[in-house]
């Protein structure tokens, strides 16, 4: 991409301390977001997905978890640096977050029109009235039929949909120019999921901003976004295009992941049986040397217990963290 990234995550390291020892669960991570795309960050729960959204927003819980090294650069400035009144002025205003569970999101006490109304109060000092009209205003931005009477509800008062519309309206307030979207439709009924995607998609365009898409499902991923980080075990193991993934997946686990999407599989009206992938994520404290992901690759081979792949270019603007792919050794015919 020839534009200048409008936030660039470099060498990004969390720690956590548990019970059982201390771990990273995000590894070294870089990524760019340039303006008006959508990053689809991809992988199983586990992987270190939503620690690195979090840290965007500096919301990461200290202890337990600690930002051991690694620059969260935003508008020139590392937002890892910044005290909090300057975070302030960043969070919730230029970078706002959509979560996965709305419920757990909104509280319970206050109704919409109050919750939606304290980020204008907040970030833009509007009035208590000023901020109900605008409240009114996003609701009806975000489809919420009958917006001057929902804004007095509670949030039970809502469908689970709404309450999400609800939660894209008050990260919307203040037109972000970045959304991060944690799995913005897993609670969701799958009738509904599509209809939010497609709203903060257009709404992303409304507001011209940029969303990091967090998601499991490498098909939400097709669908919206532009470019694709795929995670494992804290690191990024393939960053691409969305069209690159699909027509050349790298990474085992990358092809893994596409051989679980239903659509992907369909051939015509013959049903396929989906693939899993076998095994499951290596707990922080305890990882595999060499590959993370090798006790479960079917194409592992010599190198790959004992030396870690680095993220290397394996293509234009596609990087792949595998022995099979940057020649470390040859890999078995
Ligand atoms: Fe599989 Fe080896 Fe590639 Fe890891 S490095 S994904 S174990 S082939």
Redesign the pocket.
């Known amino acids: 991409m020839p534009q200048q990234p409008l936030l660039s995550v470099q060498n990004l390291t969390i720690q956590f301390r548990t019970d059982d020892g201390l771990g990273k669960a995000v590894d070294g991570v870089s990524f760019d977001l340039y303006p008006n795309e959508t990053l689809g960050i991809v992988g199983e729960s586990g992987c270190g997905k939503t620690v690195t959204a979090l840290s965007i927003l500096r919301l990461i819980q200290s202890p337990p978890g600690e930002i051991s090294s690694g620059k969260i650069l935003f508008d020139g400035t590392d937002i890892l640096t910044l005290n909090e009144n300057e975070l302030r002025a960043i969070r919730g205003n230029r970078i706002a977050m959509v979560f996965q569970e709305p419920m757990t999101a909104l509280n319970p006490v206050f109704t919409i029109g109050d919750q939606i109304g304290e980020v204008f109060r907040i970030h833009q000092k509007s009035s208590k009235a000023e901020a109900r009209a605008k409240s009114i205003e996003m609701l009806r931005q975000v489809g919420i039929p009958d917006p001057e009477k929902r804004v007095d509800e509670y949030p039970h008062q809502l469908s689970g949909g709404m309450r999400q519309r609800a939660m894209i309206a008050m990260a919307l307030g203040c037109k972000p120019v970045i959304l991060i979207a944690d799995e913005p439709t897993t609670a969701l009924d799958v009738t509904i999921q599509a209809q939010i995607l497609d709203l903060m998609d257009e709404l992303k365009r409304k507001f011209d901003a940029s969303i990091i898409l967090i998601t499991h499902d490498l098909g939400v991923v097709a669908n919206y976004a532009q470019r694709i980080a795929v995670m494992y075990a804290g690191k990024i193991?393939e960053s691409c295009t969305v069209s690159q993934i699909f027509s050349n997946p790298k990474?085992?686990?990358t092809v893994g992941l596409m051989e679980s999407i239903p659509a992907i599989q369909d051939e015509g009206d013959k049903p396929v049986r989906l693939r899993e992938i076998k095994g499951i994520v290596p707990p922080l404290h305890d990882m595999p040397p060499?590959?993370?992901?090798?006790p479960r690759?079917?194409?592992?081979?010599e190198?790959?217990?004992k030396e870690t792949?680095q993220l290397l270019e394996v293509g234009a603007g596609h990087l792949c963290?595998?022995?099979?792919?940057i020649g470390c050794v040859k890999?078995p015919a």
């Open positions: 193991v990474h085992p686990y060499g590959c993370p992901f090798h690759c079917h194409r592992r081979f190198p790959c217990d792949p963290a595998c022995h099979l792919h890999p």
